[in-house]
């Protein structure tokens, strides 16, 4: 089944405690991204890959990290998390150059920085 | 794409009216709009996109609108359904980068 998945769905850390989500694709799909979602605020980009080793900065990067070392995986990094990235993650990814084509959304996590 | 003002933030409408949701941009360069609905607790999902190139796209009971000139796109739902309750984002697109509105809560009353 085609699919992006996430890991972990849900995470309860405290500030400054390094944490990984991952993101993994089945799809061979060049293009993959990160978004956070906020109330009134919809959806973010934080980080974009167009392809392996190539990652670039979307609209919110700031206390986030990236890399891509394969096709299939994206994980998002947060060194030292803060309060004010709790949020709704979403990883999502898309066979060519992401604003040309369908996204395809992970399942989301739901971080809480205590 | 760069900055994405979405409008209404709520709406309510009767089973079987139409609902239009309104978004405008400032990127003179963005040529990918499309348009996401999101249900509760659950991922958003692609329901319709329009390229810049196009005036105006249908799906069934969805249309989409663009006018390149006013930087403005819109989305249009008719007769309108309770599995239509949900959350819709339109986003626009220059290259690599989307940006996505604040969206709209669609609530349809029975």
């Known amino acids: 089944e085609a699919q992006v998945t996430q890991n972990p769905r849900y995470l309860i850390t405290v500030t400054g405690k390094k944490l990984t989500v991952t993101c993994s694709q089945n799809?061979?799909?060049?293009?993959m991204s990160w978004y956070r979602q906020d109330p009134g605020l919809g959806l973010r980009q934080i980080y974009y890959s167009m392809n392996v080793e190539v990652t670039d900065k979307g609209d919110v990067p700031e206390g986030y990290k990236v890399s891509r070392k394969e096709k299939r995986n994206f994980p998002l990094i947060l060194e030292s998390p803060s309060p004010n990235q709790t949020s709704l993650y979403f990883c999502?990814?898309?066979?060519?150059?992401?604003?040309?084509?369908?996204?395809?959304f992970g399942p989301g996590t739901r971080l809480t920085v205590l | 794409g760069e900055n994405v003002e979405q409008h209404p933030s709520t709406l309510s409408v009767q089973e079987g009216d139409s609902a239009v949701i309104k978004c405008t941009y400032s990127?003179?360069?963005?040529?990918?709009f499309p348009w996401y609905k999101q249900e509760l607790g659950k991922r958003p999902q692609l329901i319709i996109d329009?390229?810049?190139?196009?005036g105006e796209k249908k799906d069934q009971r969805i249309a989409v609108t663009l006018n390149k000139t006013a930087k403005h796109f819109s989305l249009h739902i008719t007769e309108t359904q309770p599995e239509d309750s949900a959350v819709y984002f339109c986003?626009?697109?220059?290259?690599?980068?989307?940006?996505f509105g604040a969206g709209t809560t669609v609530t349809v009353r029975a």
């Open positions: 799809m061979n799909h060049e293009y």
């Open positions: 329009i390229r810049s190139n196009v």
């Open positions: 999502a990814s898309s066979a060519l150059a992401g604003g040309y084509n369908e996204q395809f």
């Open positions: 990127d003179s360069a963005s040529n990918y």
């Open positions: 986003a626009d697109s220059n290259d690599y980068k989307l940006s």
